[in-house]
């Protein structure tokens, strides 16, 4: 990783820029074309587009003391690599976000298999011909099971709520084993007062398909989500600078324009009030055996036991150790923020920040955070990519659609794909 540098804490340096920080003169740059705030998706996207795709010199800072945002991940105490902030699993739709990311990685196949811990044994999730057989001593077949399910339905007119997609796909008694616990402990709120967009999130089939996801692409980083980043950020054009907060060094560092992805309300100084996120602390472990479940995620919904799921990391990377490592994952109200609480109210409040942010020249909002949008990992990097391709539009307006293409692509010099990422890992 080259030209990192930290905030408060130690660690290596890049050359300083001006003013004096931290009781380093910064001194010897005429500062930077943007300042990138978040060395997550949104940011380190947006970081190397810019960089290689428009020569502009860019500076990515985070708060934290490493670069990935909450898709990081790093061998623990054991040698066994994990997510620090619980699984990231990556699939998506769009060929243009998974070629895009292949540019900077290898990928492992693999699709996300979850089991759900309901009435003292394992069964699939999001809930299938095999949920319902093993849950009922059946053995119905597509037909049969779309006719159980069918019968246990709670039509409802007016679809506002988690409650009600749920209901009235499944049922009241489904509803209440898989969903309302497990909802309730992730939100602090019970499904009746979320938005529909929560529990819509998760399909119910009839058939045996029992991988959590159905995009086309489904794949983990082959070296890890940290070594992904790493490879995007490898450019001489991108300063970074750890442990540091935009507030400590937003008037020391001389820069045209600004990328913020953190909490909007936050960059707004809570004008008008905070906006609600959920938030997670974890449990990291080592259990001194091969495997401790059959697959790398088990949900347990019931209200009872405190965690909503345990990961078993060793699943979705494929490696190889006499040990295992797992989190178990416990919702909070304090803490970082990570999922944009859904309802109406809160989005009723957003729309006063979008309308600052909009209002705000030279600044633009991207990412979960930014946008208070429970984004996927790859919707975040599809919206990083769109707004690239705005400001390259901007700058290239005069240009030929063959010279604007020519940037946007920005391959490194003509190196090819493959031995950029294989010299890179």
Do not use: C
């Amino acid at each position: 990783m080259r030209d990192v540098m930290t905030g408060a804490a130690g660690g290596p340096a890049v050359t300083p820029l001006h003013g004096v920080r931290n009781g380093v003169a910064l001194s010897g740059r005429a500062g930077f074309d943007y300042l990138i705030v978040g060395a997550g998706f949104a940011g380190s996207v947006l970081a190397e587009r810019l960089a290689r795709g428009l020569g502009k010199r860019v500076l990515l800072i985070d708060r934290r003391p490493h670069i990935g945002g909450n898709a990081y991940d790093h061998y623990d105490d054991h040698g066994v690599l994990i997510h620090r902030y619980g699984p990231h699993i990556f699939h998506t739709n769009s060929t243009q976000v998974a070629e895009y990311l292949s540019r900077f990685t290898r990928w492992r196949p693999y699709e996300h298999k979850v089991l759900a811990h309901v009435d003292q044994q394992l069964v699939p999730i999001p809930i299938n011909r095999r949920t319902v057989n093993t849950l009922y001593g059946l053995e119905l077949d597509e037909a049969g099971v779309a006719a159980f399910l069918a019968g246990r339905a709670e039509p409802v007119a007016d679809i506002r709520t988690s409650e009600d997609v749920v209901v009235g796909a499944v049922g009241r008694e489904l509803y209440e084993k898989f969903f309302r616990g497990y909802t309730r402990k992730q939100w602090g709120l019970d499904p009746s007062q979320l938005d529909k967009a929560v529990t819509s999130r998760v399909p119910t089939r009839t058939n045996d398909d029992d991988r959590y996801f159905g995009d086309s692409f489904q794949n983990m980083p082959l070296h890890g989500y940290t070594r992904m980043f790493e490879n995007m950020l490898d450019h001489p054009n991108i300063k970074i600078m750890l442990n540091t907060d935009y507030r400590e060094v937003q008037r020391e560092v001389r820069y045209d324009n600004l990328i913020f992805t953190g909490p909007v309300d936050e960059y707004f100084d809570y004008r008008y009030g905070k906006l609600p996120y959920r938030s997670l602390k974890f449990r990291h472990e080592m259990v001194d055996q091969e495997r401790f479940q059959p697959v790398a995620v088990v949900n347990y919904p019931a209200e009872d036991v405190p965690y909503t799921r345990i990961t078993e990391y060793k699943h979705l990377t494929g490696q190889q150790h006499p040990r295992t490592s797992l989190t178990y994952e416990f919702p909070s109200a304090e803490g970082d923020p990570y999922y944009p609480v859904p309802k109406p109210e809160n989005a009723e409040l957003y729309r006063k920040y979008q309308a600052l942010a909009d209002a705000t020249p030279n600044v633009h909002f991207v990412g979960r955070l930014a946008t208070y949008r429970y984004y996927n990992m790859d919707q975040v990097v599809a919206q990083a990519l769109k707004l690239f391709d705005r400001i390259l539009h901007a700058e290239t307006g005069g240009r030929s659609l063959t010279e604007a293409a020519k940037a946007f692509s920005g391959l490194m010099q003509g190196t090819p794909l493959k031995k950029r990422v294989d010299a890179a890992e």
